[in-house]
C-alpha cells in the first residue's frame, strides 16, 4: 500500500473553515484522524476559482469550483476536508440498451454535479450557506467498458491479486464510479442522494459506497495518516504529471485512471512500537517527516546511502525505499487519499492514486506484498479501478469521448 509520504503532497492543504471545521470532525463521529494531502495546485493548471471583494471590504466570498473544464475538478483542484465514493452497477440487457442506459446516466450526472458545483444550486438544501465548493469525478470500470465496447485507453483493465489481499467484492468494483468532495459531509449527503436518484432513473443500482475525511490542517502543511506519519509529502509535478497521470495526446489526454484501496490499518498495535522501529519501517522520521536520509521533510530519500557496517540508511523493507520513483524508471503516482473510520475495528486509508496506466501500481503494490516493513499492520480489503473521463465542456456532457 503505498501510503507513505513519498507520491503526493499539494502546494496548499485543504480548505476547512472553522465551521467545516467542525462538521468534518461530526462526520467523522468525532474521531480526530489523519489523511493524505490535496493535490498539487499547478496539476490544476494554475487556480481555477476567483473571488470578489465585498461591499463592506470585508473578505472575498469564495466562489465556486467550475464543473466544466478540460479535466475534472475532481482530480485537479485542492482536495476538500471530506469525501464520498458511490460505484453503481448498470443492467446488463443488450449491449445497444446498454450503451443508452449510460449515455442517459452520464447526462443526468453532469446535469446533477455541475447543478450542485454551481453559484446557484437548484436544490434548496445546498443554498443560503455560500458556495458548495463541491468537486467530482466520474470514471467508468474496466468490465463496463469491455461489455459495452467502449473508447477506454487500451490498457486499462483491474488489478492482478496481491499476496495479502482480503477483498470484499461487496465493497469494490463497479461498472461506474463517482467521488465527491466538499468541505463537509452535509453537501456530500445531499449530492449523494441526487445522484443515486439519477442513476436509480438510468436503471443503474448502487454497488458500495464509503465515506472519508481529512484532518485540519494549515495550508502549506502536510496531513498526517492515522499511523501518525505526514502523508503526501510529494506529489508529481506538472512535467511529470503529463507523462505518468495524463493520457498521451489524443482523445485520452484530459483523462486518467483511478486506482482506489481501502486499507485497514491495526492503528493500536503500530502506536504501541518505539519511535525508532516506526521511522525505521516507514523510512522517515514521524515527527518532521524528513527521510532517514535527509533534514526536511521534503529532502528527496536516497535509498542508496549505507551506514558504516553496509547496511543502508533506509532499510530494504522500508517503506519508502519500496515505493521509490528510482525503483520503477521514475514513475509517479498523483496521491489523493483520505482517512476513514467505520468503527474501532475498521479505520484506515482510502488510497486514490491517479495514473496513466493501472499497472504503474501494480508493480509498486507487488514489490509491497512481498517486503513492506508495514504489512503486519495493513490489510487490503476493497479495490476498483476506473478510467476518470475527460472534463465536460460547457454545454457538453461527461463521457463524449466514449463514443468515438
Request: net charge neutral.
Amino acid at each position: 500500500m503505498p501510503t507513505e509520504p513519498e507520491n503526493a503532497q499539494p502546494s496548499t492543504g485543504p480548505a476547512v473553515t472553522g465551521v467545516g471545521r467542525r462538521r468534518a470532525l461530526l462526520a467523522a463521529g468525532g474521531v480526530l484522524a489523519a489523511g493524505i494531502g490535496a493535490a498539487v495546485g499547478e496539476l490544476a493548471g494554475g487556480d481555477r476559482t476567483s473571488g470578489h471583494r465585498g461591499a463592506t471590504g470585508g473578505p472575498p466570498p469564495e466562489a465556486a469550483v467550475p464543473f466544466h473544464g478540460a479535466r475534472q475538478a475532481g482530480v485537479t483542484s485542492p482536495q476538500p476536508a471530506a469525501t464520498q465514493l458511490i460505484a453503481f452497477d448498470l443492467p446488463q440487457t443488450s449491449a445497444a440498451a446498454d450503451r443508452e442506459a449510460l449515455r442517459a446516466l452520464l447526462d443526468a450526472l453532469t446535469r446533477t454535479l455541475s447543478s450542485a458545483a454551481s453559484d446557484a444550486p437548484a436544490d434548496p438544501r445546498l443554498q443560503g450557506g455560500g458556495t458548495t465548493r463541491l468537486t467530482s469525478l466520474v470514471g467508468v470500470g474496466p468490465a463496463l467498458a469491455t461489455r459495452l465496447g467502449l473508447n477506454v485507453p487500451a490498457r486499462l483493465e483491474d488489478l492482478p491479486p496481491f499476496p495479502g489481499d482480503r477483498l470484499d467484492p461487496a465493497r469494490g468494483g463497479g461498472d461506474l464510479l463517482l467521488q465527491v468532495c466538499a468541505a463537509d459531509h452535509w453537501t456530500l449527503a445531499v449530492v449523494a442522494e441526487l445522484a443515486g436518484s439519477a442513476a436509480r432513473a438510468a436503471g443503474a443500482a448502487p454497488r458500495w459506497s464509503q465515506s472519508g475525511f481529512l484532518p485540519p490542517t494549515a495550508p502549506g502543511t502536510t496531513p498526517r495518516n492515522l499511523f501518525g506519519f505526514k502523508d503526501g509529502t510529494a506529489n508529481p509535478d506538472d512535467a511529470a504529471a503529463r507523462q505518468w497521470v495524463w493520457g498521451p495526446p489524443g482523445p485520452h489526454e484530459n483523462g486518467t485512471v483511478l486506482v482506489y484501496r481501502r486499507i485497514r490499518m491495526d492503528t493500536a498495535a503500530f502506536a504501541a512500537l518505539p519511535e525508532d522501529r516506526k521511522n525505521l519501517a516507514m523510512g522517515r522520521r514521524i515527527g518532521d517527516g524528513a527521510p532517514l536520509t535527509g533534514t526536511a521533510e521534503h529532502d528527496e530519500p536516497d535509498i542508496y546511502t549505507k551506514n558504516p557496517d553496509g547496511s543502508y540508511v533506509i532499510p530494504a523493507t522500508a517503506h519508502v525505499r519500496l515505493t521509490s520513483p528510482r525503483l520503477d524508471g521514475g514513475a509517479r503516482m498523483l496521491r489523493r487519499g483520505y482517512s476513514y473510520d467505520d468503527g474501532p475495528a475498521d479505520r484506515g486509508l482510502l488510497f486514490c492514486a491517479f495514473v496513466r496506466d493501472p499497472a504503474q501500481f501494480s508493480r509498486v503494490q507487488s514489490r509491497l506484498a512481498a517486503r513492506d516493513a508495514l504489512n503486519p499492520h495493513l490489510e487490503h480489503t476493497a479495490s476498483a479501478v476506473a478510467y476518470v473521463l475527460p472534463g465536460a465542456r460547457e454545454g457538453g456532457t461527461l463521457g463524449e469521448v466514449l463514443w468515438a
